[in-house]
């Protein structure tokens, strides 16, 4: 059975950081592209990070510079560390494995950064 699952959101102040998780199972997850979406409410889901199977990454341009994205192949578990965090970044973020034809996504994590 596939499952991706998230932890680590919450609610911080402004400025504050938080580091989401995702741990992988059912999958060869050294193979799959991970990505973190996030979706606040009354807008679509974006793309807010990615991270090869190769360790290549790529940002948003709303958090390049704030957010980083790494994973640990022997533990199955993608992570997100998200500095400097702003009101606008409050939404549910969500865990996406990617590799050709599959696509997996978690049940999101909810992230609240207050004023």
């Known amino acids: 059975q596939v499952q991706f699952v998230e932890s680590g959101g919450g609610l911080v102040q402004a400025g504050g950081s938080l580091r989401l998780s995702c741990a992988a199972s059912?999958?060869?997850?050294?193979?799959?592209?991970m990505n973190w979406y996030r979706q606040a409410p009354g807008k679509e889901r974006e793309l807010v990070a990615s991270?090869?199977?190769?360790?290549?990454?790529n940002y948003a341009d709303s958090v390049s510079g704030r957010f980083s994205i790494s994973r640990d192949n022997a533990k199955s578990t993608v992570y997100l560390q998200m500095n400097s965090l702003k009101p606008e970044d409050t939404a549910v973020y969500y865990c996406?494995?990617?590799?050709?034809?599959?696509?997996?996504w978690g049940q999101g994590t909810q992230v609240t950064v207050s004023s």
């Open positions: 991270i090869s199977s190769d360790g290549m990454t």
């Open positions: 996406n494995g990617r590799r050709g034809g599959r696509n997996y």
């Open positions: 059912g999958v060869t997850f050294s193979t799959y592209t």
